[in-house]
C-alpha cells in the first residue's frame, strides 16, 4: 500500500509539473528511474547536521538512450532482485550467482528493459557480455562469475564528456528489444 502511495505521489508529481526531476523524486523511487532529460537518476547519501545518513535523490550524467519520464515497477524491482535503496551501482552484483539468476531470469530480463540495458552496460564495462553471461550462468555459475572483474562501485556522476558505456547504446544484439511503457 505504501508503494501504490508513492506512485501516485510520483505521477501527481509529474503532472503537476509536466516534467520528472530527479532531485524533486521521492527517495523510495530515485534508484532506476530516468527523468525526462534521460538521465538516469542516482541516490546518494548525505549527513546531516546531526550526524546521520540522509538519501536524496540527484540526477547523474548516464543518459539511457531512448528512455525519459520512466520510474521503475515494483514488478521489475522483485523480479530483478535489485533494491531501490542502492546507493551508487557496483559491478559487484554481477559476481553474486543469486542476483545474476533473477538478472537473467525470463521475468527480469524479457520483461525490464531499463534494469537490463543497466546491467547490460555495466557488464560491457567489465569486459563481459550480459548475453553470454546469462548463458554460461544457466550451465555453470563458476565459470560465469570468472567472466567479471570487479572494479568495484561505481558512484556519483559520469561527466556527460566521457564516452564510457554507460552513455553508449546497447549494440543491435541487446539482450531486450521492446520499449519499456514510460510514466
Given at each position: 500500500?505504501?508503494?501504490?502511495?508513492?506512485?501516485?505521489?510520483?505521477?501527481?508529481?509529474?503532472?503537476?509539473?509536466?516534467?520528472?526531476?530527479?532531485?524533486?523524486?521521492?527517495?523510495?523511487?530515485?534508484?532506476?528511474?530516468?527523468?525526462?532529460?534521460?538521465?538516469?537518476?542516482?541516490?546518494?547519501?548525505?549527513?546531516?547536521?546531526?550526524?546521520?545518513?540522509?538519501?536524496?535523490c540527484k540526477?547523474?550524467e548516464?543518459?539511457?538512450?531512448?528512455?525519459?519520464?520512466?520510474?521503475?515497477?515494483?514488478?521489475?524491482?522483485?523480479?530483478?532482485?535489485?533494491?531501490?535503496?542502492?546507493?551508487?551501482?557496483?559491478?559487484?552484483?554481477?559476481?553474486?550467482?543469486?542476483?545474476?539468476?533473477?538478472?537473467?531470469?525470463?521475468?527480469?530480463?524479457?520483461?525490464?528493459?531499463?534494469?537490463?540495458?543497466?546491467?547490460?552496460?555495466?557488464a560491457?564495462?567489465?569486459?563481459?557480455?550480459?548475453?553470454?553471461?546469462?548463458?554460461?550462468?544457466?550451465?555453470?555459475?563458476?565459470?560465469?562469475?570468472?567472466?567479471?572483474?570487479?572494479?568495484?562501485?561505481?558512484?556519483?556522476?559520469?561527466?556527460?564528456?566521457?564516452?564510457?558505456?554507460?552513455?553508449?547504446?546497447?549494440?543491435?544484439?541487446?539482450?531486450?528489444?521492446?520499449?519499456?511503457?514510460?510514466?
Open positions: 500500500m505504501k508503494s501504490i502511495t508513492i506512485i501516485a505521489f510520483a505521477l501527481f508529481l509529474q503532472e503537476a509539473l509536466g516534467v520528472l526531476v530527479c532531485e524533486e523524486m521521492p527517495v523510495g523511487l530515485c534508484s532506476f528511474s530516468i527523468a525526462s532529460s534521460g538521465k538516469r537518476c542516482l541516490l546518494e547519501t548525505y549527513a546531516s547536521n546531526y550526524g546521520t545518513m540522509n538519501f536524496q540526477t547523474s548516464v543518459v539511457a538512450i531512448n528512455l525519459h519520464d520512466y520510474i521503475e515497477a515494483d514488478e521489475c524491482v522483485i523480479a530483478c532482485g535489485i533494491d531501490r535503496k542502492s546507493v551508487g551501482i557496483s559491478s559487484d552484483s554481477l559476481l553474486d550467482s543469486q542476483f545474476t539468476a533473477k538478472l537473467c531470469s525470463p521475468q527480469c530480463y524479457q520483461n525490464c528493459p531499463n534494469i537490463v540495458d543497466l546491467y547490460y552496460n555495466l560491457l564495462g567489465e569486459g563481459a557480455f550480459l548475453p553470454d553471461l546469462c548463458k554460461s550462468q544457466q550451465t555453470s555459475s563458476r565459470r560465469s562469475m570468472a567472466q567479471i572483474q570487479s572494479s568495484g562501485a561505481a558512484f556519483g556522476p559520469i561527466a556527460s564528456t566521457a564516452a564510457g558505456p554507460m552513455s553508449a547504446a546497447a549494440p543491435s544484439s541487446s539482450p531486450v528489444d521492446c520499449a519499456p511503457t514510460p510514466m
